[in-house]
């Protein structure tokens, strides 16, 4: 069964620090999302992406923060200058564009990617 | 964005079926209604979805009234390994418009032996 791949599964950087987080989406689909989750608490909804742009995206994700699908198989999420508070699991999904009848937010979501910014 | 309203937790029993309800009032007349499960540390999976009446799978069975206001979720025959967190989200028709998928802070199931 196809699979949305994250990695890596866990990083570690200092405050200040710039990360990227790697995420290989289904291959057939074309929505992309990136979420993160504080420990204890709910699922967050960063940013959408579809047709190389950004589709909706929420107050969390500010200026700091950015998308990218630099090829054809791979949707990175960059941390510019990471803050303590950024310390959280980082969920990447993807889903296929919506047939007739089909909602498009059947979503498939990767393992994840724990980062802690010390 | 229609606003879902789920109980907090929920224990069962192996073996027990278990019904989650999960209220949408403002849901619109395109929406459609996702439940996902989560297990600690994992990404959430995909369940079931529905957008009237019942939808059923190898997993689950989804029912929906013809409100459309609430839905239920139910689980026949749990086990110790449908311990998880449960959420469902209503949104994202195909037609297009904005869609932000939101998590509530879903239904901790916990099954006893």
């Known amino acids: 069964e196809p699979e949305v791949t994250q990695t890596p599964s866990h990083q570690v950087t200092q405050m200040g620090q710039e990360v990227i987080l790697r995420c290989v989406p289904i291959?057939?689909?074309?929505?992309f999302y990136w979420y993160r989750q504080i420990l204890g608490q709910k699922v967050e909804f960063l940013v959408s992406?579809?047709?190389?742009?950004?589709?909706?995206k929420s107050e969390i994700f500010d200026d700091q923060f950015s998308v990218e699908r630099p090829d054809g198989s791979n949707f990175t999420l960059k941390i510019r200058s990471t803050k303590l508070e950024d310390s959280a699991m980082y969920f990447c999904?993807?889903?296929?564009?919506?047939?007739?009848?089909?909602?498009?937010?059947?979503?498939?979501f990767g393992a994840g990617t724990r980062l802690s910014v010390l | 964005l229609a606003k879902t309203t789920q109980p907090i937790s929920m224990d069962s029993y192996e073996g027990q079926e278990v019904n989650i309800t999960c209220s949408h009032n403002n849901i619109a007349t395109n929406d459609y209604i996702t439940w996902y499960q989560q297990f600690p540390s994992q990404g959430p999976r995909f369940i079931i979805q529905?957008?009237?009446t019942k939808v059923t799978n190898e997993v689950a069975s989804l029912f929906i009234p013809a409100d459309r206001k609430s839905s239920t979720l139910s689980l026949p025959r749990v086990s110790l390994s449908d311990t998880a967190v449960y959420y469902c989200l209503v949104g994202g028709h195909a037609s297009g418009g904005s869609y932000i998928p939101t998590f509530g802070r879903g239904t901790s199931l916990i099954v006893h032996p």
């Open positions: 291959s057939n689909h074309l929505y």
């Open positions: 992406f579809y047709n190389n742009e950004i589709s909706e």
């Open positions: 999904a993807s889903s296929r564009i919506g047939e007739l009848g089909e909602a498009k937010n059947i979503q498939y």
């Open positions: 529905g957008y009237k």
